[in-house]
């Protein structure tokens, strides 16, 4: 397959690195001449000009999408979005757009597909393709994540576009997980890093307390790891929308505040826990969850393979 990398970042630089392991013809383009004349010293194929005549071409939209607390910068992804939309105007086979980024729900349709529409003067659907494959790669080992991965999420509306994606994606193995909606794949790389970033918070939380008590942090951390349903039920606690109830959790969860407000620390991801959780009893006419009740996974949108 054709594929080009737009971007020449980690992300684009392991995505096309990848790819090109297993055969396919890859193309990077950015911006910075340094990173097109790095990679071509390496045999890559690297330009700053984007050309999509010739073959269908698979495009990647890997750029970077910084944040603030207004939320995600997209000028990148604006700037590409608009040279795909110029360079599909010359194209003479319909090319499949993929966004990589990070970035938030409905990204994908409300501002890189419009983007596209207007410049090339093309439909999604009809003179091109779109989809949505965020990557879940670690800085320090990339490539390496990306030739054997844990899991690979792609999104589109088209079936046969979702089709093709997973089949370029099968050869390397790990769960594939197939969306109707991009913004659902959009959701998922964006609840994964958050979930990430809150488990280590609560850890720290718990290894200031453990540590204040002149006990082993880390074979505490390391035993709840294994013991804690939440950590090796992956259907545990997922059902949106319900408390959790039953005689141990909220006794316990109010006991390590108490705990740490005894020793005069805070526990601020326990509060937050217990807020939320009191937020939802009120509002929500739901049934609770404990520890004997577990919950199934939702099984996902009718119609689209799990795998």
């Not at 050869?171 to 991009?182: H, K, Q």
């Not at 280590?200 to 035993?223: P, Q």
């Amino acid at each position: 397959m054709r594929i080009v990398i737009v971007g020449a970042g980690v992300v684009g630089t392991a995505t096309g690195k990848g790819f090109a392991r297993r055969g396919h013809a890859v193309m990077f383009v950015d911006t910075d001449a340094r990173r097109v004349d790095a990679l071509r010293r390496e045999g890559a194929a690297a330009s700053s000009e984007l050309d999509l005549r010739g073959p269908a071409a698979t495009v990647m939209l890997s750029v970077p999408t910084p944040s603030s607390s207004a939320g995600y910068d997209l000028s990148a992804v604006r700037n590409a979005a608009a040279a795909v939309g110029e360079a599909l105007r010359s194209a003479e086979e319909l090319s499949t757009v993929v966004l990589r980024s990070t970035v938030a729900p409905g990204t994908l349709e409300g501002t890189v597909q419009p983007i596209i529409e207007q410049r090339s003067g093309q439909r999604a659907g009809e003179g091109f393709a779109l989809a949505s494959n965020p990557e879940f790669l670690r800085a320090e080992c990339a490539l390496e994540d990306f030739l054997a991965p844990w899991m690979t999420v792609v999104a589109s509306r088209s079936k046969r576009t979702r089709e093709r994606l997973a089949e370029l994606y099968r050869p390397f193995g790990g769960t594939l997980e197939l969306f109707a909606d991009p913004a659902e794949a959009e959701f998922v790389k964006l609840v994964h890093n958050v979930f990430n970033a809150t488990k280590i918070s609560f850890f720290n939380e718990v290894w200031s307390l453990a540590s204040h008590l002149g006990l082993d942090a880390h074979r505490i951390a390391a035993t709840v790891a294994s013991s804690a349903e939440a950590s090796w039920n992956p259907g545990y606690g997922i059902r949106g929308g319900r408390p959790y109830g039953g005689e141990c959790l909220p006794k316990d969860v109010s006991g390590f505040l108490g705990f740490a407000l005894e020793l005069g620390l805070d526990a601020p991801m326990a509060a937050a826990t217990r807020a939320v959780n009191e937020r939802l009893i009120r509002e929500a006419d739901q049934p609770t969850i404990d520890l004997r009740s577990p919950v199934e996974p939702d099984p996902g949108p009718a119609g689209v393979p799990r795998r």
